[in-house]
């Protein structure tokens, strides 16, 4: 009954986060995105079961002007996504790449987990949809909140084929429009290992 009720309380949160994304009205400030994706990273490890934590590896990202109150859960989700679908893996790993066109930011988070077909890449920002439902928790609206979020932000949102010779997994990545303050050129990486 207890795990019942604690699940149905996280459902009706979750709608309730849905429902208000879209209806903020824009707040845009100065973030350093690479503080908040590790940030991110650090409150889905919170909250993660008991197993292998996954590595975190991000190229130096762009300070960015956007409202956080819609990047963070975008990130959170996302980052919650990959660390759940890696796992399974043997080593699990997400990787956070940035890459920029002028002020234009592109977000990919790419894991080493079970992956997705085509058809599930077409459906995966779906209310209720559930790509592996038989082997993994959830509602499905995670990454409908990402969508909503991004959407906010003057973005979109896809699933695209990991790289070339890259080890499986997702990779879905968003944009920010125009939000770039400062373009980095430099190639620098941060890891993290969150402690079990």
Known sequence: IFTQCDASARFVSTMLELARLGDLPLRPEPLRLTEQV???????????PPGPRPALHCAELPRVNADPRLLRPALVNLIGNAVKFSRHAAQPRIE???????????LCVHDNGVGLSA???????????????ELYEGHGLGLSIVR?????LGGRVWAESPPQGAPG???LCFTLPGAVLVVSG????FSSRAEP
């Open 96 to 106: 956070i790449e940035g890459r920029t066109a002028g002020s234009d930011l592109t």
């Open 148 to 152: 909503r979020a991004v959407q906010a």
């Open 186 to 189: 430099s190639h620098l990486m």
């Open 38 to 48: 590790q940030s991110a990273f650090d409150e889905v490890m919170l909250g993660a």
């Open 119 to 133: 058809a599930q890449a077409q459906r995966i920002f779906e209310p209720f949809y559930r790509a592996h439902s």
């Open 169 to 171: 997994g997702a990779m």
